[in-house]
């Protein structure tokens, strides 16, 4: 019930095209749900993140979707840039608890 | 811009030693992690730490971790006799102690190889 499951493990993506990559959860318990953006050999940075009282948030080119009944979220990133090329992470947590991470998606944006 | 800070970057050792791996934290930040994450796999939680106390661990901390705060700004991971599937990337991250944000803000990891 802890795991938070992330798609798709890869994404290619053209220059200026739309990058979606989606997340479930089991767990009725988590009440935050954050995007963490890492680049090779740095630690994860937050991205975004998202309570479930609302739908969408959006901060300049990248926006969560949040479907509490389906428990689902996913992030979609506007205008990709080759500088968007990295590895996201979706994670949830719990009020004060500590936050479960999916499995990742690396992604290469193509120039 | 406060930042964790992560000691060493990366560390060698001999499967069987003992490594300890030390973590500045945001001053002002209450709640402390420790996560690892293998090459290419996802981040995995092992411990969380609060008021002095771990608060969670995952079901392989007690096998071969311990924490500590010996004062009172360092967070440090003692992995006893390493093995070679300890070899990772070990990243300390803290938290404020609000409750309207879980934002986590990592270190920038401790590359740990083990031989």
């Known amino acids: 019930q802890q795991q938070v499951k992330q798609s798709p493990q890869s994404l290619i993506v053209q220059k200026g095209g739309i990058s979606i990559i989606n997340c479930a959860y089991e767990n009725t318990a988590f009440d935050y749900f954050p995007w963490y953006q890492q680049f090779p050999g740095k630690g994860p940075a937050l991205l975004i993140a998202?309570?479930?009282?609302?739908s969408e948030k959006k901060e300049g080119r990248f926006t969560i979707s949040f479907n509490k009944s389906a428990k689902q979220f996913s992030l979609h990133i506007m205008d990709s840039q080759p500088g968007d090329s990295a590895t996201y992470f979706c994670?949830?947590?719990?009020?004060?608890?500590?936050?479960?991470f999916g499995d990742g998606t690396t992604l290469t944006v193509k120039p | 811009e406060p930042e964790v800070t992560q000691t060493p970057s990366h560390q060698v050792t001999q499967m069987g030693q003992e490594v300890i791996l030390r973590c500045v934290p945001i001053s002002n930040h209450l709640y402390f992690y420790w996560y690892r994450q293998i090459l290419g796999q996802k981040v995995e939680f092992l411990v969380s730490?609060?008021?002095?106390?771990?608060?969670?661990k995952s079901e392989i901390f007690d096998d071969q971790f311990s924490v500590e705060r010996p004062d009172g700004s360092n967070f440090t991971l003692k992995i006893r006799s390493t093995k070679l599937e300890d070899s990772a990337m070990y990243f300390c991250a803290s938290r404020t102690g609000h409750q309207n944000t879980g934002e986590l803000f990592f270190g920038e990891g401790s590359r740990l190889t083990v031989l």
């Open positions: 994670a949830a947590s719990p009020r004060g608890g500590k936050s479960t």
């Open positions: 998202i309570r479930p009282d609302v």
């Open positions: 730490f609060y008021n002095n106390e771990i608060s969670e």
